[in-house]
Each structure stands twice: as structure tokens, then as C-alpha cells.
């Protein structure tokens, strides 16, 4: 933070010096043209807007020139210096002050982007309430430690990262993953290894109107929130393709722009049959001209305003080139589990054989499933908790798990097995031809099956599915009328059940049965083609842990749901960091307006310089240069500020964003 501080102080300064520049201006003004006083006096005056107006800029322009660069500020120097050599001071002092001034005003509204993310690193409360066995003790958040259980109070910020132990509440986590609605949070399961994202709290977000008690989990330097900002704050290191340009461009540019007015100064007078010191203060005259300080703040400004905007909303975008690629991304290839889907099962179907009632089915296999640990009893479970009356629920006794086929148990002193077609047709068994029928018809749709059989006698079917989300098919909707021209599913899970899950949301191509390595081929395949005779840019879009291959590989790599993820955060150029599909498509819209508030920024910057270099050729005062050069670059600052009023649209707005599922809806 105290880099932070130290730029604000400085900026502070900036400005103080810019209004004092121009202050001892006006009065050197006053002195020289309208009050009768002693040549020295408004001298003296326009010597102070040399120091205050040029105190930064000599500043700026001697760190470049140690660094072998020659920038604007050294052009603006020179420009001004040459002005007091052939006596016009008064020139020079305005060049100065309306430099200085442009400039300091340029940092304030540059700064109005830095603030949007410095406020995040403000968000976690400065102290947290730690619960010992001496009582509650208040212990400033940054000497937090994993471990420690810290008391969160009804509607204060939560400090730190951590897992709710005790308490519920509902939490507003719009600061970390743009969220609107508040998220319910319960204490974590402590016979689970696992923590779910309803036990997970953020530092920084707001706790309602319940007490929490939070086990930290990351101290503060590492917390979700720090290294949202610190990446943010970092944005502009990776630079877009059209930064890169300027970069390169500039270089040629500036020693262009010197050439040419040493050869205006020392031939101009030759030609225009002027004196010496009249071409030399043209040739200065074009030397503010061709300056191209619009030029180069145009990108930055922009991709600054862009990945802010984005860092309020819950996404995080790790610089320039992966804002400006996405815009131009026409083939985006989804992860299945955990992205299309909920990346958890739930029982889909309860299909009864011939002769059998649901009601009968459904309570024999709850009875067996409540009590298995195997990973789709759960899902079972919790599918046909709501349809089984207490009294009708039997109980199981000697559970056996069948490794790899299914499970077993009495149930009223009758033998019921769950499983697969493998677990009846082995040793000689049978499966009813209906039952089979049902089997292989639920299989054909992507389903997981599972046999249920009471006392030799086969009940039924139950389905199970990792469910698309209910937004998914929209969301994909959206993407196409937004121009993405392929829009693919890669998974691991067998074809039959990729090429379900395809139908159902919308893809182009389902392709299944990947190991990583085969995701990362795929994603090459996609890159390979050609479009309008250039490689097409693809995103890839997963979960950021093992889709990281083919995210590193991709264009583009977009994880979803990336708070509290480490790797995430890492491997991805953009983080969602909420569990929202509906935010891709409104990532596409804002990296298209950023490019396009570029290129209005760079054809106006580029268009200024081009009118005000025969301008000032052709005669023009410093004055009026000056304003006019000074004036385009704030133009462009404030056209790239728009980006942080940009908003989420109409069709983001008109997305249902469900929930996860409770898992109860089974047909």
C-alpha cells in the first residue's frame, strides 16, 4: 500500500505545481501586457512557470533519457528550453503550464481507474475478533493465521479467507465474484475431506444478518482478495498486440520527430528566407506538434478502464492482450463437467418395471442408498428424500459394497441389490427384457444406470446425471449471436454421455473420452483452422485446476468459479470468479468496446498530430498548439473512462441464473 500512497502524494504535488505554473503565468501576463512595470518583473514570473511547470516534467524526461529513451516529456523539455533561447519566455512558460497542467489532469483521471481496484485492497476490515481460550481477542487481520478461528459479527466484513466451523448466514460476495444476491453459508461437514462452497467465505465480503464463527484458511497476504488486486494492479504488464505496436512504433518515432526539426532549424531559414531564430521556434513549435502523448496513453488508459470495469463485475483479466483477444475470439471450447454442468450427479429417473409402483421402488432403494457411502448413493438419496413418507422408509441391515458393480443389504429381511447390468448378469444372472430396455433407453440419453432388485425380483431403473445448467443452452445462444462461430465440448467422460450433454446445451461438436494430453490436441485443431486465410483465436473455458493444459494452450484461458482457487488465479488469462456461465458473453461485449475505444483513440490521436504539424508549420502561436495537443490527449482519457460505466446488457439480464440444484428432481 505504501507504493499506493506514494503515487496519490506525488500526484497530489503534480497538481500543485501545474495550478502554480499557471498562477505565476497569468501574472507574468498581467506584468508583461497590461500593467507598466520593469522588463525583469514578468520575467521573474515566467522563470517560476519554468520551475513549477517543468519541475516533473525534467523529472519524467531525465529518468527516460538515463533509460536511452527520449519520450514526450524530454520533446516538451527541449520545446521549451529552445523557446527561452530565442527569448520567448512568455511561449515557453505557456507550453509548460498547459504540459504540466494536461499531464497532472491526465494522472487524476487515470487515477479514477486505479482507485476502482484499490478500493478491493480496502474491503477486509484492518481488525478481526479471534476466538481463544481466553475469550475473544481483537488481533489486527494481517497477523491472521491459517488455523486460527476468528468471530464474525452480524453485517461486518468478513477479514479473512477461510471455512464457516459454526453459524449460518447469508453472505454478499459481490465483491470478489460480482454476485448480486447474497450466498447462504452453513458450517462445513466435518466428516467430509471435501469443503463445499456453501461452508467457504472471502475476505472482504459481508456477512448478514447471522453470526459466524470462520476458521482461516489463508493468511492475508495470501487471501482471494489480495491476489485479485495484486493481479489487477499487475494488468498492464502483459500488453495487447496494439500496445506492443505503439511500443515499437514510438521508437522510430520520437528520434523521426528530432531528425526533422534539426533539419527545420538548420535549413528551414535557408528555404522560407527567415532569420535563424524564427525557423528555430517553429522548428519547436513542431516539435510540440508532433509530440504523441495522445498516442501513447491511448491503449493504456483503455485496457486500465477495461480490466477494472471487469474486476468490479467478478472477473478478473490478467492485462491487455487477453483483453483485446477475446473480442476476437470465433471458436470457444467448453469443459463439460463443472462448466456446461453442475459437476455434481443427480438422480434424473425413477423408472419402474412392468407391474411395479414407484412408491415401491423408491422406497426400497432409499432404505439402501441413505446408508452407502459410494459416490452416487448421496445423489440417490437426496433425489428420493422428498417422495418416501418417514413411516413408509425401511431400514438396511448388512450394507455390503460390491467393488465395482454396486451395493447390497436386507431390507425387511430382504436381499436388495443396486447396480449395474454387470452386477445381475454375472454368474450366469438375467436381466428382465423390460428392465433391460429401460437400461439401454436411459444409457442412449447419457444416463449412468442402476438395477434395483428386491428378493430375486427386479423393480426397476434409476438414472443418474451430472445435469446441464439450466442457462447453459441460452448462454451458448447468446455467444452465437455475438459472432463466435464454433462453439465446442471437450470431456472425459465416455462419448455416449458427451454427445447427451452436447444436444442438450448447444454445442457444434461433443467430443469425449479426453485425457488432458487430448484436450490440448484439441484445442490445437480448433487454433489450426483458417479463417479468412488467418488462424482462428479460441477460448477454452473450464474449471482452471485440470483443464490448465488446455487453457495455457488455448488463445484464451477462462476459468469459472476461480475464488478461493489458487491454481485458478494462476493458470488462467481470465478468472471468473464466480460460478456464473452467463459472464462470458458479457466479456465478449467488453473486450469489443475496449478495442474499439482504442482504435477511436488512436485515429484521434493520430489525426490531431496530423492537423497540427502544418499547422504549426504554417505559423500558428505555441499558445493554441499547445491547448490543442494537450486537449486531445484528456479527450482520450476520457473517452477510455467510459469503459467503467459500461454495462452488463440485455441479454446477460434476461439469463436465469439458477443456483445449484438440490438435487431432487428425478422423473
Request: aromatic fraction near 6%; glycine fraction near 10%; charge should be negative.
Amino acid at each position: 500500500m505504501s507504493a499506493h500512497h506514494d503515487h496519490k502524494d506525488n500526484a497530489r504535488w503534480e497538481m500543485g505545481f501545474a495550478i502554480a505554473s499557471g498562477v505565476t503565468y497569468l501574472i507574468g501576463v498581467v506584468f508583461e501586457y497590461f500593467v507598466s512595470s520593469p522588463p525583469a518583473l514578468p520575467l521573474a514570473f515566467f522563470l517560476a512557470t519554468y520551475f513549477f511547470g517543468g519541475f516533473f516534467t525534467f523529472s519524467s524526461a531525465w529518468r527516460s533519457v538515463r533509460n536511452g529513451r527520449f519520450e514526450v516529456d524530454f520533446l516538451m523539455l527541449v520545446a521549451a528550453i529552445g523557446a527561452a533561447a530565442v527569448g520567448k519566455f512568455a511561449e515557453g512558460a505557456v507550453l509548460l503550464f498547459l504540459f504540466s497542467l494536461g499531464h497532472a489532469l491526465e494522472e487524476y483521471a487515470m487515477g479514477r481507474a486505479k482507485r476502482s481496484i484499490e478500493a478491493l485492497a480496502e474491503l477486509a476490515p484492518p481488525v478481526a475478533l479471534v476466538l481463544t481460550d481466553n475469550g475473544v481477542v481483537e488481533r489486527p487481520t494481517e497477523e491472521l493465521e491459517p488455523g486460527e478461528v476468528i468471530l464474525v459479527k452480524p453485517n461486518s466484513r468478513i477479514p479473512a479467507d477461510g471455512v464457516v466451523v459454526r453459524g449460518s448466514s447469508a453472505v454478499d460476495q459481490s465483491a470478489i465474484t460480482g454476485e448480486s444476491i447474497p450466498v447462504d453459508k452453513v458450517p462445513a461437514d466435518s466428516a467430509s475431506a471435501a469443503v463445499d462452497d456453501s461452508s467457504k467465505v472471502f475476505a472482504g465480503t459481508v456477512n448478514g444478518a447471522g453470526s459466524l464463527e470462520v476458521r482461516v484458511t489463508n493468511a492475508a497476504k495470501d487471501s482471494t482478495l489480495s491476489r485479485v488486486v495484486a493481479m489487477v494492479r499487475d494488468a498492464d504488464s502483459t500488453k495487447s498486440t496494439t500496445q506492443r505496436f505503439i511500443d515499437r512504433f514510438q521508437k522510430f518515432y520520437v528520434p523521426a520527430v528530432l531528425a526533422f526539426v534539426a533539419a527545420v532549424s538548420l535549413f528551414g531559414w535557408l528555404v522560407l528566407n527567415e532569420p535563424l531564430a524564427d525557423s528555430f521556434y517553429r522548428s519547436m513549435l513542431v516539435l510540440v506538434a508532433a509530440s504523441p502523448c495522445a498516442l501513447a496513453i491511448a491503449t493504456p488508459a483503455a485496457v486500465l478502464a477495461g480490466v477494472a470495469r471487469a474486476a468490479k463485475a467478478g472477473l478478473l483479466v490478467k492485462g491487455g492482450a487477453a483483453l483485446e483477444n477475446l473480442g476476437r475470439v470465433k471458436a470457444i471450447a467448453f469443459d463439460k463437467t463443472g462448466t456446461l454442468t453442475w459437476g455434481q450427479p443427480q438422480l434424473t429417473d425413477v423408472v419402474p418395471a412392468e407391474g411395479v409402483s414407484r412408491e415401491e421402488l423408491a422406497a426400497v432403494a432409499l432404505a439402501v442408498e441413505s446408508e452407502s457411502d459410494h459416490p452416487l448413493a448421496g445423489a440417490i438419496a437426496r433425489g428420493l428424500d422428498a417422495e418416501v413418507p418417514q413411516e413408509g422408509r425401511g431400514k438396511v441391515e448388512d450394507l455390503q459394497a460390491v467393488t465395482g458393480r454396486g451395493v447390497q443389504g436386507k431390507v425387511a429381511g430382504e436381499l436388495v441389490r443396486i447396480g449395474s447390468l454387470r452386477m445381475f448378469e454375472e454368474d450366469g444372472g438375467e436381466v428382465d427384457a423390460g428392465v433391460l430396455e429401460i437400461v439401454q433407453r436411459l444409457q442412449g440419453e447419457g444416463r449412468t444406470t442402476m438395477v434395483v432388485e428386491s428378493a430375486g425380483r427386479q423393480l426397476g431403473v434409476l438414472g443418474v446425471m451430472d445435469s446441464p445448467r439450466d442457462e447453459a443452452r441460452e448462454v451458448l445462444g447468446v455467444l452465437r449471436d455475438n459472432g463466435i462461430s464454433q462453439l465446442v465440448m471437450i470431456s472425459g467422460d465416455n462419448q455416449r454421455v458427451a454427445e447427451a450433454v452436447g444436444a442438450q446445451v448447444g454445442v457444434d461438436t461433443a467430443h469425449g473420452e479426453l485425457m488432458p494430453e487430448d484436450k490440448v490436441a484439441a484445442i490445437g485443431r480448433l487454433t489450426a483452422q483458417q479463417q479468412d486465410g488467418k488462424p482462428v483465436l479460441t477460448a477454452m473455458v473450464g474449471d482452471g485446476v485440470n483443464d490448465a493444459p488446455a487453457m495455457a494452450n488455448a488463445t484464451v484461458g477462462i476459468a469459472m468459479g476461480a475464488a478461493g482457487s489458487a491454481v485458478a488465479l494462476e493458470t488462467a488469462d481470465v478468472a471468473l470468479m464466480s460460478d456464473d456461465l452467463g459472464r462470458v458473453p458479457y466479456l465478449i461485449r467488453l473486450s469489443r468496446a475496449s478495442s474499439k475505444i482504442i482504435r477511436q483513440n488512436l485515429i484521434a490521436s493520430l489525426v490531431i498530430v496530423a492537423f497540427l504539424i502544418p499547422a504549426s508549420l504554417m505559423g500558428v502561436a505555441m499558445g493554441p498548439v499547445v491547448f490543442i495537443h494537450e486537449g486531445s490527449t484528456l479527450i482520450v482519457v476520457a473517452n477510455a473512462l467510459r469503459l467503467l460505466r459500461f454495462g452488463i446488457g440485455k441479454e446477460h439480464e434476461g439469463i436465469e441464473h439458477e443456483n445449484r440444484p438440490a438435487l431432487t428432481a428425478a422423473k
